[in-house]
């Protein structure tokens, strides 16, 4: 079982930078998968960026040179750094983790951390 809990949401204004926070349970290296993603009003939760267990790092194409995954601070850490937030950056993040458990790979959320971007 993996917890993962997020936060640094909030609001900012069009053309700012937020930093979100993900704090997992365990060590971030027997994580087969971990990252972002984000759900705004009604619309479907959509991949932000996740990093897997070779170092790979997937990003979104309209957050490529804007989003970018750091850390582990600690080896349970991971951070999500948003530079030129735009209104349409308005969602809830959610921390995502995948385990590799008895053969079989197990998914985690967290509870979501809520960004709104002015304009």
């Known amino acids: 079982q993996v917890q993962l809990v997020e936060s640094g949401g909030g609001l900012v204004r069009a053309g700012g930078s937020r930093r979100l926070s993900c704090e997992a349970s365990?060590?971030?290296?027997?994580?087969?998968?971990m990252g972002w993603y984000r759900q705004a009003p009604g619309k479907e939760r959509q991949l932000v960026a996740v990093i897997l267990g070779d170092g790979t790092e997937k990003y979104a194409e309209s957050m490529k040179g804007r989003f970018t995954l750091s850390g582990p601070n600690g080896k349970n850490t991971m951070y999500l750094e948003m530079n030129s937030l735009k209104p349409e950056d308005t969602a809830v993040y959610y921390c995502?983790?995948?385990?590799?458990?008895?053969?079989?790979?197990?998914?985690?959320w967290g509870q979501g951390t809520q960004v709104t971007v002015s304009s």
């Open positions: 365990v060590n971030i290296s027997r994580l087969e998968v």
């Open positions: 995502y983790a995948v385990q590799l458990t008895d053969s079989t790979n197990y998914e985690y």
